[in-house]
Structure formats: structure tokens, C-alpha cells
């Protein structure tokens, strides 16, 4: 009983982090510091801090710059510990992981901080080691830091014409707007899936059992994807759609944002032009 309960607990979990993670449009309408740029210069803003970012040799600044995003994502009445779960989950632990071969002698010589055996195997932790996982791990989190700051405060439907702008390639473009509409159904049918498992099987009996009710959903699910994909087009193409995402909204820029983009260009220019940082 308390695995069937861990198990369904864990799909609806996953499900509604996925939702309120991709979907949600909630920030995006608030009045915030972020919300009230115009989406070219936040573009072009979060874009030249990346590449300071990319640039950048001392931690110290990555640092910084990290510490201006959480600025940032509070101007933007973001919530923090909701932009923090949405920041250190996936992408910064998955580099953690990465990095953690570097910590040996192996692959980074150096002056020895901590000496250990396993199974047999000495391992030694150097500094040189430790400085560049920890240098590895700040830059990729203050990266996805600045990028999702960027999808919360931005409707993803004025991001998408935002990238037209800037000549992104149309197929591009269209290929993300499509995902981004096709993960809500994906979860729905996820969902609605395991719903009618258990109202019509409870449990299952045996692993070979339920191997098979797993691949012939997998089965079911990758068709209905496919029919589904060609009829979703068939309409858009009927109705006129050519490719382009169109919104009523109209891009207004202000003095603030060529105020922010002129301090990130100056960034930039100090960290790869002086290199002073």
C-alpha cells in the first residue's frame, strides 16, 4: 500500500513541478521590475550578461552576477524560494555531477587538501581540483539563472516573436511553440493515463504484468502523439497560420531599457575587452 501511495504521489508531483515549472504565466503578468522592459532589450540584456558570464575568469564576479539575478527576480515580485527550486533542480546538480571528476589528482593536478581510499583505490582531493568543480557549478547556476528569470518574466508567446526579431530561424521558432503547447496535453494524458489504471486494474499483480501495461501505454501514447501532431498542423495551416507567432501586443521601449542594456554591454566590455574582471 505505501508503495502504490509513494508511486502516485510521485507522478502528481512530478507532473504539477513540470506545470507550474514550463506553464506558468502567473509572474509574467505582474507588475515587476523585469515584467515592464520591453522583450528585445530583455533579450539582448539577459543575453550579454550570459556572455560576461561565459567570459568571466573570477568566481567573485559570476558571484555577483548572481547575486544581481536574485535582485532582479525580487524587482520582478518573484518569489524566492519558488525561483530557487526552479533554479538548483536538473541542470545545476546534473553539472555538479559532471564536475566532481575534476576533485581527483587524476584529472587535476595539485596541492593535496583531502587523502581517502575506496575499494582499494587511493583518491586525493586537490585544491586546483575543488576550485574549478566549484567554478564549473557557479557559472552553469548563475546561466540557468539568468535564462529562466528571463521565461518567467516574459510571455512565452512574446519571447517567441521577440526571437523572430532577432532573425532566429522560423522553423526554430515554431518547433518551441509547439513543445511549449504540446507539454500541457503530454501531461494531462500522463495523468489521465494512470487515472484509469487504477480505476480499472488497482494494483498490479506482478512485474511482467505491469512491464506490459507500461509498454502498451508507451505504444498507445506514441500514436495518439502522431495523430494528434498532424491533425494540430492541418488545423493551424488551415486557419492561416504561416509560422509566425502574431500577439496584439506591441514592443514599447523606454529610457530604463536602454538604460539596463547600455550597463550590460558595459559589462561585457570589462570582463572580455579590459579583462580586468
Not at 3 to 29: G, M
Not at 134 to 144: C, D, E, M, Q
Not at 145 to 167: E, G, M, N, P
Request: aromatic share 14%.
Amino acid at each position: 500500500m505505501s508503495k502504490r501511495r509513494f508511486i502516485r504521489s510521485s507522478i502528481l508531483a512530478v507532473c504539477s513541478f513540470i506545470r507550474e515549472s514550463v506553464l506558468s504565466d502567473a509572474y509574467a503578468a505582474k507588475k515587476g521590475l523585469l515584467q515592464a522592459r520591453d522583450a528585445r532589450f530583455k533579450l539582448l540584456i539577459i543575453f550579454t550578461l550570459l556572455l560576461a558570464v561565459l567570459f568571466s575568469k573570477n568566481i567573485i564576479f559570476i558571484l555577483s552576477i548572481y547575486g544581481l539575478c536574485l535582485l532582479f527576480a525580487l524587482a520582478s515580485s518573484i518569489n524566492i524560494a519558488f525561483f530557487l527550486k526552479r533554479t538548483w533542480i536538473f541542470m545545476p546538480l546534473f553539472s555538479l555531477f559532471i564536475a566532481l571528476p575534476a576533485l581527483f589528482d587524476i584529472f587535476s593536478p595539485g596541492q593535496p587538501l583531502v587523502s581517502f581510499r575506496i575499494f582499494g583505490l587511493s583518491l586525493i582531493i586537490t585544491r586546483q581540483g575543488l576550485m574549478s568543480a566549484i567554478f564549473f557549478f557557479v557559472r552553469v547556476l548563475t546561466s540557468v539563472s539568468l535564462c529562466v528569470l528571463l521565461a518567467l518574466t516574459t510571455r512565452h508567446y512574446v519571447l517567441l516573436k521577440a526571437l523572430r526579431i532577432f532573425r532566429v530561424p522560423q522553423v526554430f521558432v515554431m518547433t518551441l511553440g509547439m513543445c511549449y503547447r504540446y507539454i500541457y496535453l503530454f501531461i494531462e494524458v500522463v495523468q489521465n493515463t494512470y487515472l484509469a489504471i487504477r480505476s480499472r486494474v488497482e494494483f498490479v499483480s506482478s512485474l511482467k504484468h505491469g512491464q506490459g501495461i507500461v509498454a502498451g501505454n508507451i505504444a498507445s501514447l506514441w500514436q495518439r502523439s502522431y495523430v494528434l501532431q498532424n491533425q494540430v498542423y492541418s488545423a493551424m495551416l488551415s486557419r492561416g497560420y504561416m509560422a509566425e507567432p502574431k500577439t496584439m501586443d506591441e514592443f514599447h521601449m523606454s529610457i530604463k531599457d536602454w538604460i539596463f542594456l547600455a550597463m550590460a554591454i558595459l559589462i561585457l566590455v570589462l570582463v572580455y575587452g579590459k579583462n580586468i574582471i
